[in-house]
């Protein structure tokens, strides 16, 4: 496990506490924390959801994803620990109520401790629970806010969940969080490129062609499908996760790594973003969405009957996006993400040009251009593709081989997930993992007008058959550019 140190202690109030979210992610990440000896003893949790239950009831309904049948004992006896300090209040987030005189009550015991509260939420009703914290007197000097993606719906939605989170919490008290953001790999992206001196001066248009990014999965919409039928992929995935891949990868180097400067340069790229008219929608998107298929060995249903109507929301997306400034113009970047694809996998792919005069006899063997390829998950790693010599007399035959970086070959430790290492980072008040509003706002500009090229009819819908690579339209909007997604 890597290095830990453990931080101050605090307590966190976790609305929503009894949904999806809450269950299989930040109880369980709060949980590994506590048994890594992270969290201090005199942390605590208070979970917030709206049905009135025992601590008993919420303690069985928080075990069920956070300790595994199999857990050993000793798992099982620091569960009975940690949930010692675990405390449900039956609070209506958006409501008066008198859960919230019982929550008062409770954080007032401990009125200069670090608070968190995690809005594990709607993103309709976090202007209604700030302003239920505000007018409780809960939003001390050291309080600060979570917020989990997405922001809105679009941005003017999001504009105005910004201002009323913002009438309660100052801009560096606001945490919004992008789980992405917390993955081992994603952070690893910035020390790539700015720890070594061999990237940075090849890092642009003149040398490099093109860059893909894919963040593909396996399951479905599911039990999710009616969050996920209002939001679809674009919104769900693209606004969000993909953008902040896009902009770590197209940044300029910030002057440190302080929050702000990083937030700054990423604001940059999200600016210079082609804000796409319809008739550019229309040839450099493809909207998909599965249908019935065999996925993972097992039949799949279609999404629309997971769904239960006919619907027209997509659960694929892949964009031509383009960034308009010096570093980057004329070099595409080609962003897909899907449900319910042939196999869960996400990655950057940074396709460089080819040498710009070749010497190599045609007959040793086809010349390949180099391809850097980070795998984000599964099997995290780095790879370099190159052109060597095959070892051996008989003359110069060429040969495309990889170098390669295996996190599991090279670094022998775990580390924590993404929400375990966010929640400790906002504990710790490490803005720079997290999104800044003009950030989110700037990203939502981008989306919108994509949406309403949709909307115009720009980007009718492609089936695709559950368990494959997405309609074969993305494979055409690559071809028109004699490119090709690259299946590392
Ligand atoms: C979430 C989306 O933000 O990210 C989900 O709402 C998606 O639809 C998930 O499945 C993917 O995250 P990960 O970490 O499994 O790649």
Not at 83 to 102: K, N, S, T
Not at 208 to 222: C, K, N, P, R
Not at 458 to 476: I, K, M, Q, S, V
Request: proline share 5%.
């Amino acid at each position: 496990m890597a290095e830990l140190v453990p931080v101050e202690p605090f307590d966190i109030v976790v609305f929503g506490a009894t949904g999806d979210l809450a269950r299989r992610k930040l109880l369980p990440a709060l949980f590994h924390r506590w048994c890594d000896g992270q969290i201090p003893g005199s942390s605590r949790i208070i979970a917030v959801a709206r049905d009135a239950l025992s601590d008993e009831a919420f303690s069985k309904l928080a075990a069920e994803f956070a300790l595994a049948d199999s857990a050993s004992a000793a798992r099982k006896a620091r569960w009975t620990e940690f949930i010692q300090h675990v405390q449900y209040i039956g609070v209506e987030a958006d409501g008066a109520g008198p859960g919230w005189d019982a929550l008062k009550l409770q954080l007032d015991e401990c009125p200069d401790k670090l608070r968190i509260f995690y809005l594990a939420l709607p993103p309709s009703i976090y202007g209604k629970t700030c302003e239920s914290i505000g007018k409780h007197g809960l939003n001390t000097a050291r309080a600060r806010v979570i917020l989990e993606k997405p922001i809105g719906h679009d941005f003017h939605s999001a504009r105005l969940i910004n201002a009323a989170v913002g009438e309660i919490f100052p801009e560096d008290a606001i945490f919004r969080i992008d789980h992405y953001l917390g993955k081992e790999t994603v952070q690893n992206l910035l020390i790539l490129r700015f720890a070594n001196m061999l990237l940075e001066p090849v890092w642009n248009a003149i040398a490099i062609d093109h860059v893909q990014i894919t963040v593909a999965e396996s399951l479905g919409a599911g039990s999710r499908a009616g969050y996920y039928d209002r939001a679809g992929a674009l919104r769900d995935m693209v606004q969000n996760h993909i953008l902040q891949l896009l902009c770590l990868v197209a940044m300029e180097p910030p002057a440190s790594l302080e929050a702000d400067e990083v937030r700054a340069e990423k604001l940059k790229v999200l600016r210079a973003l082609r804000i796409m008219t319809a008739e550019q929608a229309g040839s450099a998107i493809v909207r998909g969405q599965y249908e019935a298929g065999v996925s993972g060995g097992k039949e799949a249903p279609a999404y629309a009957d997971e769904v239960g109507a006919d619907t027209d929301t997509e659960t694929f997306v892949a964009i031509r996006a383009e960034i308009e400034n010096w570093r980057w113009a004329g070099v595409p970047f080609y962003l897909r993400t899907g449900k319910r694809m042939r196999r869960r996998r996400s990655e950057i792919i940074i396709q460089f040009k080819p040498v710009p005069h070749d010497i190599i006899n045609a007959d040793s063997g086809i010349m390949q251009p180099n391809r850097l390829i980070i795998r984000l998950q599964p099997d995290e790693g780095v790879k370099l593709m190159m052109m060597t010599k095959d070892p051996g007399p008989g003359g110069v035959r060429l040969r495309y081989v990889p170098l390669n970086l295996s996190y599991a070959e090279t670094f022998d430790k775990n580390y924590p997930d993404a929400y375990e290492r966010l929640l400790m980072a906002v504990v710790r008040g490490n803005l720079g993992l997290f999104m800044r509003r003009d950030e989110v706002e700037a990203a939502w500009r981008w989306t919108d007008a994509v949406v309403q090229a949709w909307r115009d009819g720009a980007c009718p819908l492609h089936f695709y058959a559950a368990g494959t690579d997405g309609p074969e339209r993305a494979t055409t909007l690559l071809g028109r550019d004699e490119r090709e997604w690259f299946d590392a």
